[in-house]
């Protein structure tokens, strides 16, 4: 946890709307990422941000849209494009392919 | 593409025994290999880094060995604890961006 915090830890939502994580930091890294977790697979890389204002696509980007726009924040948008958005989604801070610095996670429920 | 490997059954030993993960991967090796453990609804912790061209790195009662010809990494534990049961992952960095995580493998101690 650290520096790092997610909010909130459970969410809920219907089909079809869209829903916003939120993720903020404290450790002055540059570098932040977004990823998925599901029963029995590892982390699965959705955005991740080297610098403010650029992002790129990690595996699993589709349904997904993220922003940049200070060096603390790193949103993640769960659109209603993305087909199975029920998972346990991370956030973290590094510094490049050091070590990576996670938040608690939030757990999104979407029925 | 890279696939890491971790056994996906969960590895049971009695407390003060060492307990032995394994982490292989295919193609090529990378720069950097990590450890990290995951406790049940919260994000992983970083535990161990070691780079291609070391063979063993260690803290406190963790040892962690990385052999490019096996294309493997070996993460220990020595007298295990019950409050050492948790999932423990691997990640492997091959540039600068980003890690690929393997799938965990999940330790319980027992008293």
């Known amino acids: 946890d650290g520096g790092i915090t997610q909010s909130p830890k459970y969410l809920f939502r219907k089909e079809g709307q869209n829903v916003t994580l939120s993720c903020e930091q404290n450790?002055?890294?540059?570098?932040m990422y977004w990823y998925r977790q599901d029963p029995g697979q590892g982390l699965r890389l959705i955005y991740y941000?080297?610098?403010?204002?650029?992002?790129q696509k990690g595996d699993i980007a589709e349904g997904y849209s993220v922003s940049r726009e200070k060096k603390e924040s790193f949103p993640l948008t769960v659109t209603s494009a993305q087909k199975n958005p029920t998972a346990f989604y991370l956030c973290?801070?590094?510094?490049?392919?050091?070590?990576?610095?996670f938040g608690p996670g939030t757990r999104l429920t979407v029925t | 593409s890279q696939k890491i490997e971790q056994n996906s059954e969960a590895l049971n030993i009695q407390e003060g025994k060492t307990a032995t993960l394994t982490c292989n991967y295919t193609?090529?090796?990378?720069?950097?290999l990590q450890w990290y453990r995951q406790d049940p609804g919260r994000g992983p912790v970083f535990l161990l880094l070691?780079?291609?061209?070391?063979k063993e790195k260690r803290k406190e009662r963790l040892k962690v060995t990385f052999d490019t010809t096996l294309k493997q990494s070996l993460f220990h534990i020595t007298a295990s604890q019950p409050a050492d049961s948790a999932t423990y992952l691997c990640a492997l960095a091959y540039n600068t961006d980003k890690l690929i995580f393997g799938t965990g493998t999940r330790l319980q101690v027992f008293p």
């Open positions: 193609n090529y090796s990378p720069a950097y």
């Open positions: 941000s080297q610098i403010v204002n650029d992002f």
């Open positions: 070691i780079r291609e061209n070391e």
């Open positions: 450790l002055n890294h540059d570098a």
């Open positions: 973290a801070t590094g510094l490049g392919s050091y070590e990576q610095y």
